[in-house]
């Protein structure tokens, strides 16, 4: 079955610090796999996608994530953390089957940035 | 573009009434998605649509809770009667089927509380 884990509920850095949130997924294919953000009271912001070619993709806001087929993982990082990262992080998968663009969600990952 | 635009973005009513939440997907896209987000059960996905047909509604949580999709620019998610545990923010989400990009783009959200 097709599913997104991300281990960590919680995190918590110190600003300046560096990030690495978890991602595992169980796809039966060549997955196409996105993070997005959620600040407080907002929707939900693509960060980063990967669908092919290079593992390593960057993205908006300074992070990048790395897709290592072997271990099933797509780990978002960030070398050093703004006190405006504090947020939701979703980690997601895709395309179902059926031919839809329906994605599965992670349940979340929620930053917390000390200063 | 103007991205997803939700209305409206707050709603407060009382139990028994009936709530009308609306969504303009962004021009050009052929798939929506109603997604509703709570603490316990995290973001569910309700029904989506392709070409205006809806695809899959296996994630709305009875009768009470309705869809429709009349054309390629709006949508509503209709909940009658209320009830307190409909409680949520409500998100809508649109995507290009076509082109292999498959991510969502979501809306600022409905907060809807029903007391």
């Known amino acids: 079955a097709q599913s997104v884990t991300q281990p960590d509920i919680h995190i918590t850095v110190s600003e300046g610090a560096s990030l690495e949130l978890r991602c595992n997924y169980s796809?039966?294919?060549?997955?196409?796999l996105f993070w997005y953000v959620q600040s407080p009271g907002q929707g939900l912001q693509l960060l980063l996608k990967?669908?092919?070619?290079?593992?390593l993709v960057q993205g908006i806001k300074g992070f990048e994530a790395e897709f290592k087929r072997s271990q099933s993982s797509f780990n978002l990082r960030k070398p050093s953390v703004h006190w405006s990262d504090a947020a939701e992080y979703f980690c997601a998968v895709g395309p179902l089957s059926g031919g839809y663009n329906k994605l599965i969600f992670g349940a979340g990952t929620r930053l917390a940035v000390h200063p | 573009d103007a991205g997803v635009i939700q209305s409206p973005r707050h709603e407060v009513t009382e139990m028994g009434q009936e709530v009308t939440l609306r969504c303009k997907p962004i021009s050009g896209h052929n798939s929506l998605f109603w997604y509703r987000q709570t603490m316990m059960r995290g973001l569910e996905l309700l029904i989506y649509f392709n070409n205006n047909v809806p695809i899959d509604d296996s994630g709305m949580p009875e009768d009470r809770f309705s869809a429709k999709m009349p054309n390629a620019s709006f949508s509503t998610l209709k909940i009658q009667p209320s009830e307190p545990r409909d409680s949520a923010v409500y998100f809508c989400a649109s995507s290009l089927r076509e082109g292999g990009s498959y991510e969502q783009y979501f809306g600022p959200g409905t907060r809807l509380t029903v007391t």
């Open positions: 990967y669908f092919s070619g290079d593992t």
């Open positions: 796809y039966g294919a060549t997955p196409y």
